[in-house]
């Protein structure tokens, strides 16, 4: 993502990127460029330069494009030049000091509360700018029953949208916030309601939300350490996300296996990259997991070097053993040895 320090809002900038990437990274990279310089929301990015650098998509991840304007202009080059826009989208105004999902739970805590609407009003607006310029846009990390909705409707009207959906907001709702843990329960958007959680699984199935996202979030122990209201937004998610969903929604019969690896492996799609395929003669890109595996998340530490994990503590079932990526193998279990015939 984009959202970096500084942010990736220049053709150098990504140029530097992937050739770091193609130097040391153990996996496929690819890189979103800004939206708007800076991510300040008011000017374009050269958005066509970006692209010739290598650049994926676009995104101001983490703050919304608040100006339609900007946004329209946004969408008119990105019908020009490709990739698509990758928006978070909140409505800073109806948001205001919100740290969690407005509701009875906010209530019962005393915090300022995150409206659902203040999500679901900015995909609407987004997805009539798009319908309008004829580009493609994903919505992120979908949190609310209300969101779902909106992107039903624009699918079912021909706009270009996609969308995803993270694990924490598919497995959790904001009744975990009454523990008010920072470090696991508190980002944006918020844990919401049971409904959004059912809508959004729904979702998942019918294929309103294509994929999967985790929105990794690391953050160093300071900054979630400190009382609710000030510590910051974000959780991880990546080393987690298949044993999470495996145990809450397969497992009970939420959803079947087949779905959850269909809409795990397809998160690179809206940005145009094929999905992995075990046909004879594709790339190996292959994970091997062992379904019946008990673990507890934490336990034996963690890949990330960031602990804000919104799952730490928790007993699942299933975990992943290797991953081969590339054609080479990119993640191996400490545990796990892999044993070569004579």
Not at 210 to 217: N, S
Not at 232 to 241: I, K, Y
Request: one cysteine or more; glycine letters at 8%; proline letters at 5%.
């Amino acid at each position: 993502m984009a959202n970096t320090e500084p942010p990736v809002s220049t053709a150098a900038d990504v140029t530097a990127l992937r050739e770091q990437a193609r130097a040391g990274a153990s996996v496929p990279v690819g890189f979103l460029a800004t939206v708007s310089r800076e991510m300040a929301g008011e000017e374009l990015t050269e958005m066509v330069e970006l692209r010739e650098a290598g650049a994926v998509g676009f995104s101001d991840d983490g703050l919304p494009i608040v100006s339609a304007r900007l946004m329209l202009r946004a969408l008119q080059y990105q019908r020009l030049c490709g990739g698509t826009i990758a928006l978070h989208e909140e409505d800073p105004d109806l948001s205001g000091a919100g740290v969690m999902h407005e509701g009875p739970v906010s209530a019962a805590l005393g915090l300022a509360g995150v409206p659902s609407v203040s999500e679901s009003t900015m995909i609407a607006r987004d997805a009539a700018l798009a319908a309008y310029e004829n580009a493609r846009i994903h919505v992120q990390h979908l949190s609310a029953a209300e969101s779902v909705a909106v992107v039903r409707a624009a699918k079912a009207a021909g706009v270009q949208i996609s969308a995803e959906a993270s694990p924490h907001h598919l497995c959790l709702t904001d009744e975990s916030v009454r523990s008010l843990d920072p470090r696991r329960f508190k980002m944006n958007p918020p844990l919401r309601h049971e409904s959004d959680r059912q809508a959004l699984i729904e979702a998942l199935r019918d294929g309103t939300i294509e994929c999967v996202a985790t929105d990794h979030a690391p953050h160093q122990a300071e900054e979630k350490d400190v009382p609710f209201e000030q510590a910051a937004m974000g959780v991880t998610g990546l080393e987690t996300a298949f044993a999470a969903l495996h145990t809450e929604l397969v497992m009970p019969g939420t959803i079947e296996l087949g779905l959850l690896v269909e809409r795990m492996a397809g998160g690179a799609a809206p940005f145009g990259i094929e999905r992995p395929s075990l046909a004879p003669g594709s790339e190996a890109n292959v994970a091997l997991c062992d379904l019946g595996a008990e673990w507890t998340v934490g336990e034996d530490g963690y890949e990330s070097r960031s602990q804000n994990s919104w799952c730490a503590g928790r007993a699942l079932t299933g975990r992943v053993m290797v991953t081969v990526a590339a054609g080479q193998v990119a993640f191996r279990l400490r545990s796990f040895s892999l044993g070569v015939a004579a």
